[in-house]
């Protein structure tokens, strides 16, 4: 059974208040300010850009070493960005997927 008393504010204390007084050689932290959020004028690498907003996208199935890969196509009005998604065994399982990916996408726009 464990019995938990209050200790009066006079009596001397068992152990240190931190890990440099107990001879452990740790430095406690100092305490951390709070990071300023993404966009914040007074943030070090200054306000984040708006994101980019897609014009058009396009799935793209292509064979590679035997199986069938599902690739996404996404243009931008800086640019393109061209990732692959996932690889299946036949073309048929690649069509179902770039299909559902292509109506998520279109979705979005």
Do not use: C, H, K, N
């Amino acid at each position: 059974m464990i019995a938990v008393t209050d200790r009066p504010a006079s009596a001397p204390q068992d152990e240190p208040e931190d890990a440099a007084a107990s001879g452990t050689g740790a430095v406690p932290e100092p305490p951390r300010d709070p990071v300023p959020a993404e966009g914040d004028p007074d943030r070090p690498d200054g306000p984040a850009e708006p994101p980019a907003v897609a014009v058009g996208v396009e799935t793209v199935i292509v064979q590679d070493r035997g199986r069938w890969a599902v690739e996404i196509v996404v243009v931008f009005s800086d640019g393109v960005v061209r990732r692959r998604i996932d690889t299946y065994p036949t073309r048929a399982r690649a069509e179902i997927s770039a299909s559902l990916i292509r109506r998520a996408a279109d979705r979005d726009l």
